[in-house]
């Protein structure tokens, strides 16, 4: 039975995304080997994190420094005809590092495992309408989920609703494997998915 000031962090620990009890029962462990210092270091940074990062309302990417949108959103020579959804912020940094895409995101905040009302909920579907519905220059919607039951149901939930609004839908190629996820795919891989998107 651990300490309850140990027990509360390890509590903490494990809501993060796929951390376990014991996972964060390293990260107590080894935070408890750490100097002042070091640890003063981590409070700050997750503090400055709430106080410094802002969340773009365009594309819901997180940025700092001046200005209300990212630095994506506010570069004057993307391409304003081409939107690329994605599910989350890694997945927009995994296609930006390829340097083969110059149109805007849009973050969805997740997928659905099935098309289960309360999944669908969780996700931004109404900014997603207004954001196509308020920039009629956007011609081709990318939809770039990963090849998993998870991505592929969302991809065809997402084919659906936005089939009315007759703009060119695409998904990325298939040179990603099924059943992995964009974060870990190299910038090779990513650039002939999004280059053979059909």
Known sequence: MYSPTIQKLIDLFSKFPTVGPRTAARFVFYLMQKSKEEIEELINSISNLKKNVKICPLCFNSFEGEGEFCQICSHPSRDKSLLCIVANEIDLQALEKTKKYQGFYFILGGTVSRLRKADIEKLRIKELQERIKNQPKIKEIILAFNSTPEGEATTLYLERLLRPLNKKITRLGRGL??????????????ASALEGRK
């Not at 494997?177 to 990513?190: C, I, Q, R, W």
Request: hydrophobic letters at 30%; glycine letters at 14%; zero cysteines.
């Open 177 to 190: 494997p099924v059943g992995g996820e964009l974060e870990y795919a190299d910038e090779e891989t990513l």
